[in-house]
């Protein structure tokens, strides 16, 4: 409109268009949101819709300040800001929340005390003024990465059983223990494909075929969500965070971290599908990669981050960067950013979210300092909070209208849920008996060696490193 045609005098006019702005660009009115907590159920409680998450998310983002929106991009050690031997401390929280609340914690699980997660889970939503809670995560890659719990065969032997079922049923158990815990995000399953021996990380890929990892990592991935990934506030799901995107299994030289040589069409022949199936199957999380693809960092790549993730796959939910990948876009690896902002600023603009550890708590500093300097808009932060925040409603991690918030667990379920179930220890058993291979039956004195003679065999030698010692590969209990 015009002065002339609303009928205002021109100073009149400019001072409504005044008032208009200011009011678009004044900090949200600082009010906290003092919805109780509900406490913790073991029985199903009600999930939100998809509107109903998308109508708590824009409503959060409507009121939030740049501090609040940068911190539920940082990822944090749960011990280390809430912890001193082994008990909360209150005080230190307090130190690291402070008004602000909290996005990532991770190592949540390692400690299987569902009463402490609770302390420091509540504290988060107390310090928020939007009574946002915070994601906790733990490594699963082939069992919740810490004591107590089942541990089943390495990926790349549990691939060799060639079984959906099982590999269901392995997601099932690893979404109920990670969850009796406390842990509502697992970093898993790894989507790769293991076709590169020399490097070292090959057993945490399901096999070298794209059809056979892609129907594994989809089994997985509808196991730890429940089969249903719109339902993540049962007791009994976790939400899978896919690694590594993409490509990263493939080194040059077999070195981690170390260039992928291949183009744009094998990509998405060969190395996209397996992350397709398991985002189809529920997935709500990617982890990006230290690699580049093609001479282009995946960190900082909105073909992979945008294009080919969100607008090819469908996928809705938010980006984490592998730990240090974004410091990596500076002159220590890729040298495509100059300094540590143009590193997060790249990151972002790509389609990323919450970092790895990067630039520990300056990571949020480096986010507001983009908005004041115009190195981000608002409407870029907001799509990378949004993702966070779509995940955690749909976690019963955030307020919504309409349905009792819940962001504690029940503190009644680890007596049943953990690695002394005895059925999650025949699944394991199961998983061990079929991933084994028998590769080669050779005759011995005129016949086949096995199957050996109960009457005949007095002793059988068992060599090499493995002999005396269980080695369960990597991402095994409470350590690496």
């Given at each position: ?53 998308e ?50 914690l ?23 003024r ?50 009796a ?22 057993e ?92 282009v ?32 876009l ?84 680890v ?15 199961r ?19 096995l ?19 269980a ?10």
């Amino acid at each position: 409109a015009t002065a002339e045609s609303s009928m205002l005098s021109g100073a009149e006019f400019a001072a409504v268009v005044a008032v208009f702005a200011a009011v678009c660009t004044a900090e949200p009115t600082m009010q906290h949101d003092d919805r109780p907590i509900t406490p913790a159920s073991s029985k199903d409680p009600v999930a939100p819709t998809d509107a109903m998450v998308e109508t708590a998310v824009a409503k959060l983002l409507s009121g939030m300040t740049v501090e609040e929106k940068a911190r539920q991009l940082v990822i944090e050690d749960a011990i280390g800001c809430c912890v001193t031997n082994g008990y909360f401390n209150a005080s230190k929280a307090a130190a690291f929340f402070g008004t602000v609340g909290a996005g990532v914690l991770d190592s949540a699980g390692r400690n299987v005390d569902p009463a402490l997660m609770n302390q420091i889970q509540a504290a988060a939503v107390k310090a928020s003024r939007h009574q946002i809670g915070a994601i906790l995560a733990e490594e699963c890659q082939h069992g919740v990465q810490g004591d107590w719990h089942t541990l089943f065969p390495s990926p790349y032997s549990i691939a060799a059983a060639f079984d959906r079922d099982l590999m269901r049923k392995i997601g099932g158990v690893i979404g109920t223990e990670a969850r009796a815990g406390a842990t509502a995000q697992c970093w898993s399953p790894v989507c790769g494909l293991a076709r590169e021996p020399r490097w070292g990380r090959a057993e945490e890929e399901m096999g070298e075929d794209v059809y056979l990892a892609g129907e594994l990592a989809g089994s997985m991935a509808a196991g730890m969500v429940g089969g249903d990934y719109h339902n993540l506030v049962r007791p009994n799901t976790t939400m899978p965070l896919l690694k590594h995107y993409a490509a990263h299994s493939v080194p040059e030289g077999g070195i981690n971290a170390a260039p992928g040589h291949l183009g744009r069409r094998e990509l998405r022949e060969t190395f996209l599908p397996v992350f397709r199936k398991a985002i189809e199957a529920g997935a709500q999380g990617i982890m990006s990669s230290y690699n580049e693809v093609d001479g282009v960092p995946t960190s900082s790549d909105p073909f992979m981050l945008t294009d080919q993730l969100r607008d090819e796959m469908g996928f809705t939910g938010y980006t984490m960067s592998d730990f240090g990948a974004i410091s990596m876009l500076g002159p220590s690896q890729h040298a495509v950013a100059a300094n540590d902002s143009e590193c997060v600023r790249m990151y972002i603009e790509a389609g990323g979210s919450v970092n790895g550890h990067d630039f520990d708590a300056n990571y949020e500093k480096l986010v507001a300092g983009l908005i004041k300097s115009g190195g981000l808009t608002m409407a870029q932060l907001d799509t990378a909070v949004g993702n966070v925040l779509r995940v955690k409603g749909r976690l019963g991690l955030i307020p919504i209208d309409g349905l009792p918030f819940q962001p504690l667990v029940s503190e009644d379920l680890v007596a049943t849920s953990l690695g002394d179930n005895p059925d999650h220890a025949a699944i394991a058993l199961r998983a061990s008996r079929e991933s084994v291979v028998l590769l080669s039956n050779a005759p011995f004195n005129g016949k086949p060696v096995l199957p050996l003679s109960v009457e005949s065999t007095k002793r059988v030698l068992v060599l090499g490193p493995n002999a005396d010692e269980a080695r369960s590969g990597d991402y095994s209990a409470a350590g690496w």
